[in-house]
T-cell receptor, first 116, second 113 residues
Protein backbone atom coordinates (compact mmCIF):
# COMPACT_ATOMS: atom_id res chain seq x y z
CA UNK A 1 0.00 0.00 0.00
CA UNK A 2 1.95 2.97 -1.32
CA UNK A 3 0.46 5.95 0.52
CA UNK A 4 2.88 8.44 -1.05
CA UNK A 5 3.68 8.14 -4.73
CA UNK A 6 6.13 9.85 -6.99
CA UNK A 7 5.09 8.58 -10.38
CA UNK A 8 8.01 9.99 -12.35
CA UNK A 9 11.18 7.99 -11.71
CA UNK A 10 13.28 10.60 -13.48
CA UNK A 11 13.21 14.15 -14.85
CA UNK A 12 15.69 15.88 -17.13
CA UNK A 13 15.82 19.68 -17.33
CA UNK A 14 18.04 22.29 -18.95
CA UNK A 15 19.98 24.64 -16.69
CA UNK A 16 18.04 27.84 -16.02
CA UNK A 17 14.66 26.28 -16.71
CA UNK A 18 12.01 25.24 -14.19
CA UNK A 19 12.01 21.77 -12.62
CA UNK A 20 8.65 20.48 -11.41
CA UNK A 21 8.56 17.38 -9.26
CA UNK A 22 5.22 15.83 -8.39
CA UNK A 23 3.90 13.77 -5.52
CA UNK A 24 0.51 12.22 -4.75
CA UNK A 25 -0.77 10.85 -1.47
CA UNK A 26 -3.77 8.78 -0.48
CA UNK A 27 -3.97 9.09 3.32
CA UNK A 28 -6.22 12.04 4.21
CA UNK A 29 -4.74 12.08 7.74
CA UNK A 30 -1.45 13.42 6.42
CA UNK A 31 -1.19 17.11 7.27
CA UNK A 32 2.48 17.94 6.91
CA UNK A 33 4.62 17.41 3.85
CA UNK A 34 8.35 17.65 3.29
CA UNK A 35 10.76 17.48 0.38
CA UNK A 36 14.22 16.04 0.75
CA UNK A 37 17.16 16.00 -1.64
CA UNK A 38 19.57 13.08 -1.60
CA UNK A 39 22.95 12.61 -3.19
CA UNK A 40 24.40 9.09 -3.54
CA UNK A 41 26.02 7.78 -0.36
CA UNK A 42 24.59 10.66 1.72
CA UNK A 43 21.58 11.05 3.97
CA UNK A 44 18.52 13.02 2.82
CA UNK A 45 18.84 16.79 3.17
CA UNK A 46 15.74 18.72 4.20
CA UNK A 47 14.69 21.25 1.54
CA UNK A 48 11.27 22.68 2.27
CA UNK A 49 8.01 21.75 3.96
CA UNK A 50 4.37 22.76 3.96
CA UNK A 51 1.53 22.40 6.42
CA UNK A 52 -1.93 21.47 5.22
CA UNK A 53 -3.23 24.87 6.36
CA UNK A 54 -1.26 26.43 3.50
CA UNK A 55 -1.28 25.90 -0.23
CA UNK A 56 2.12 27.40 -1.01
CA UNK A 57 5.47 27.84 0.66
CA UNK A 58 8.55 29.48 -0.82
CA UNK A 59 12.21 29.38 0.14
CA UNK A 60 14.56 30.95 -2.36
CA UNK A 61 14.53 28.97 -5.59
CA UNK A 62 12.25 26.32 -4.09
CA UNK A 63 8.46 26.52 -3.91
CA UNK A 64 6.12 23.79 -2.76
CA UNK A 65 2.46 23.80 -3.77
CA UNK A 66 -0.21 21.74 -2.02
CA UNK A 67 -3.60 20.85 -3.51
CA UNK A 68 -5.46 19.13 -0.67
CA UNK A 69 -8.56 18.31 -2.68
CA UNK A 70 -6.46 16.47 -5.25
CA UNK A 71 -4.08 15.08 -2.60
CA UNK A 72 -1.23 16.37 -4.70
CA UNK A 73 1.87 18.41 -4.05
CA UNK A 74 4.63 19.65 -6.26
CA UNK A 75 8.10 21.11 -5.84
CA UNK A 76 9.18 23.85 -8.24
CA UNK A 77 12.85 24.74 -8.63
CA UNK A 78 13.51 27.98 -10.49
CA UNK A 79 16.02 28.43 -12.00
CA UNK A 80 17.40 24.91 -12.06
CA UNK A 81 21.14 24.50 -11.61
CA UNK A 82 23.43 21.52 -12.35
CA UNK A 83 24.09 21.21 -8.61
CA UNK A 84 20.40 20.43 -8.15
CA UNK A 85 20.95 17.07 -9.82
CA UNK A 86 20.02 14.51 -7.15
CA UNK A 87 17.20 12.23 -6.03
CA UNK A 88 14.23 14.13 -4.61
CA UNK A 89 11.93 12.48 -2.08
CA UNK A 90 8.49 13.61 -1.07
CA UNK A 91 7.49 12.66 2.50
CA UNK A 92 4.31 13.01 4.54
CA UNK A 93 3.40 12.85 8.20
CA UNK A 94 0.39 13.43 10.39
CA UNK A 95 -1.01 13.13 13.88
CA UNK A 96 -3.24 10.22 12.99
CA UNK A 97 -4.79 8.62 16.05
CA UNK A 98 -2.94 10.86 18.49
CA UNK A 99 0.47 9.66 17.48
CA UNK A 100 3.28 12.09 17.11
CA UNK A 101 4.90 13.45 14.07
CA UNK A 102 8.17 11.79 13.28
CA UNK A 103 6.89 8.88 11.29
CA UNK A 104 7.53 9.99 7.75
CA UNK A 105 6.07 8.08 4.83
CA UNK A 106 8.25 8.53 1.74
CA UNK A 107 7.65 8.30 -1.95
CA UNK A 108 9.97 6.29 -4.17
CA UNK A 109 11.95 9.31 -5.27
CA UNK A 110 12.52 11.15 -8.56
CA UNK A 111 15.98 11.43 -10.09
CA UNK A 112 16.47 15.01 -11.31
CA UNK A 113 19.19 15.70 -13.85
CA UNK A 114 19.93 19.31 -14.74
CA UNK A 115 22.00 19.66 -17.91
CA UNK A 116 24.38 22.61 -18.35
CA UNK B 1 25.80 23.37 15.11
CA UNK B 2 26.34 19.61 15.08
CA UNK B 3 24.00 17.76 12.77
CA UNK B 4 22.83 14.18 13.11
CA UNK B 5 25.85 11.88 13.32
CA UNK B 6 25.88 8.14 12.74
CA UNK B 7 28.43 5.37 13.14
CA UNK B 8 29.77 3.28 11.62
CA UNK B 9 29.44 4.54 8.06
CA UNK B 10 29.95 1.13 6.46
CA UNK B 11 29.99 -2.40 7.78
CA UNK B 12 29.80 -5.95 6.53
CA UNK B 13 28.20 -8.73 8.56
CA UNK B 14 27.47 -12.41 8.04
CA UNK B 15 24.00 -13.92 8.01
CA UNK B 16 22.85 -14.77 11.53
CA UNK B 17 25.08 -12.19 13.20
CA UNK B 18 23.92 -9.20 15.19
CA UNK B 19 24.68 -5.54 14.49
CA UNK B 20 24.47 -2.31 16.49
CA UNK B 21 24.28 1.09 14.81
CA UNK B 22 24.64 4.35 16.69
CA UNK B 23 23.22 7.83 16.32
CA UNK B 24 23.64 11.22 17.99
CA UNK B 25 20.81 13.65 17.27
CA UNK B 26 21.20 17.19 16.02
CA UNK B 27 22.05 19.65 18.77
CA UNK B 28 18.87 20.65 20.61
CA UNK B 29 16.87 17.65 19.40
CA UNK B 30 15.54 14.99 21.75
CA UNK B 31 13.57 12.66 19.46
CA UNK B 32 15.25 10.04 17.30
CA UNK B 33 13.79 7.89 14.55
CA UNK B 34 15.35 5.15 12.46
CA UNK B 35 14.69 4.36 8.81
CA UNK B 36 15.79 1.62 6.43
CA UNK B 37 16.42 2.50 2.81
CA UNK B 38 16.82 -0.30 0.30
CA UNK B 39 18.32 0.42 -3.12
CA UNK B 40 15.90 2.28 -5.38
CA UNK B 41 13.34 2.79 -2.63
CA UNK B 42 12.35 5.58 -0.31
CA UNK B 43 13.27 5.28 3.38
CA UNK B 44 10.97 3.05 5.46
CA UNK B 45 10.19 4.00 9.08
CA UNK B 46 11.46 1.50 11.66
CA UNK B 47 10.71 3.19 15.00
CA UNK B 48 10.86 6.41 16.99
CA UNK B 49 12.30 7.08 20.44
CA UNK B 50 11.43 9.88 22.83
CA UNK B 51 12.20 10.11 26.56
CA UNK B 52 14.00 6.78 26.26
CA UNK B 53 10.84 4.97 25.17
CA UNK B 54 9.77 3.55 21.83
CA UNK B 55 6.83 5.73 20.77
CA UNK B 56 5.96 4.50 17.31
CA UNK B 57 6.95 1.45 15.33
CA UNK B 58 6.78 0.64 11.66
CA UNK B 59 6.23 -2.72 10.04
CA UNK B 60 9.48 -4.35 11.08
CA UNK B 61 9.99 -7.65 12.96
CA UNK B 62 11.11 -7.90 16.55
CA UNK B 63 14.64 -8.65 15.34
CA UNK B 64 14.87 -4.86 15.06
CA UNK B 65 15.17 -3.22 18.45
CA UNK B 66 16.45 0.06 19.77
CA UNK B 67 17.40 2.11 22.71
CA UNK B 68 17.63 5.77 23.60
CA UNK B 69 20.03 7.04 26.23
CA UNK B 70 19.61 9.95 28.67
CA UNK B 71 21.77 12.15 26.40
CA UNK B 72 19.22 11.50 23.60
CA UNK B 73 21.60 9.38 21.53
CA UNK B 74 20.23 6.12 20.22
CA UNK B 75 21.16 2.64 19.05
CA UNK B 76 19.54 0.37 16.51
CA UNK B 77 20.12 -3.35 17.00
CA UNK B 78 19.33 -6.00 14.44
CA UNK B 79 19.57 -9.67 15.46
CA UNK B 80 19.76 -12.80 13.29
CA UNK B 81 20.74 -10.82 10.21
CA UNK B 82 19.25 -11.80 6.87
CA UNK B 83 20.58 -10.99 3.42
CA UNK B 84 17.52 -8.79 2.96
CA UNK B 85 18.63 -6.57 5.83
CA UNK B 86 21.33 -5.15 3.57
CA UNK B 87 20.42 -1.48 3.26
CA UNK B 88 21.25 2.07 4.24
CA UNK B 89 20.09 2.73 7.81
CA UNK B 90 19.22 6.34 8.46
CA UNK B 91 18.85 8.07 11.77
CA UNK B 92 16.67 11.18 11.98
CA UNK B 93 16.10 13.66 14.77
CA UNK B 94 13.57 16.29 15.71
CA UNK B 95 12.53 18.31 18.75
CA UNK B 96 9.75 16.79 20.82
CA UNK B 97 6.92 14.64 19.61
CA UNK B 98 5.42 17.68 17.89
CA UNK B 99 8.58 18.40 15.95
CA UNK B 100 7.66 17.96 12.34
CA UNK B 101 10.86 19.15 10.67
CA UNK B 102 13.10 16.14 10.68
CA UNK B 103 16.80 16.06 9.90
CA UNK B 104 18.71 13.00 8.76
CA UNK B 105 22.21 11.73 9.28
CA UNK B 106 24.49 10.42 6.54
CA UNK B 107 23.46 6.85 7.24
CA UNK B 108 25.15 3.53 7.95
CA UNK B 109 25.57 1.17 5.04
CA UNK B 110 25.03 -2.43 6.13
CA UNK B 111 25.93 -5.32 3.86
CA UNK B 112 24.95 -8.82 4.96
CA UNK B 113 26.82 -11.65 3.22
Amino acid sequence: DQQVKQNSPSLSVQEGRISILNCDYTNSMFDYFLWYKKYPAEGPTFLISISSIKDKNEDGRFTVFLNKSAKHLSLHIVPSQPGDSAVYFCAASGRAGGTSYGKLTFGQGTILTVHP
Amino acid sequence: DAGVTQSPTHLIKTRGQQVTLRCSPKSGHDTVSWYQQALGQGPQFIFQYYEEEERQRGNFPDRFSGHQFPNYSSELNVNALLLGDSALYLCASSFGLSGNTIYFGEGSWLTVV
